[in-house]
């Protein structure tokens, strides 16, 4: 059988698409083939590892990716991560069959505070990797 093709996107590639993929791979297992990429990469959010640590899934080795390098690939699935009120440039990627947005904030840019909107987004993600697992896509 040939892996479904997921690629997670949104700005900064720092944190909601890092535990996106956690997630999907921790849940799916070997189900799908996931990579995660961003329009403007910035660090791997120390933050975000922790809030994952806590839960048991490690994304300790991911790095942040520019989508540019998936350019000319086809995936089955783009998921965008962006937050549509507050980063009305969230990237997009033309290689992909079927698109979702789930809208969720930029922990970055909470008024929670940093690690109670990253836990808050990571528990988000979760319910929608859930779905998404639980549908087949």
Known sequence: MIKQ??????TGNSSRTQMAEGFLRKMAGGEFDVVNAGGSPEELSPVAIE??????????????????KYLGERFTYLIQLCDRQKEPAC???PGAIYRLHWDLEDPQHSDLGLYAATRRVRDEIRRHVENFVQNGG
């Open 5 to 10: 093709k997921v690629l997670f996107l949104c």
């Open 51 to 68: 809030a994952m640590r806590e839960i048991g899934i490690d994304i300790s080795q991911h790095e942040t990716k520019d989508v540019a």
């Open 91 to 93: 990237p997009i990627f």
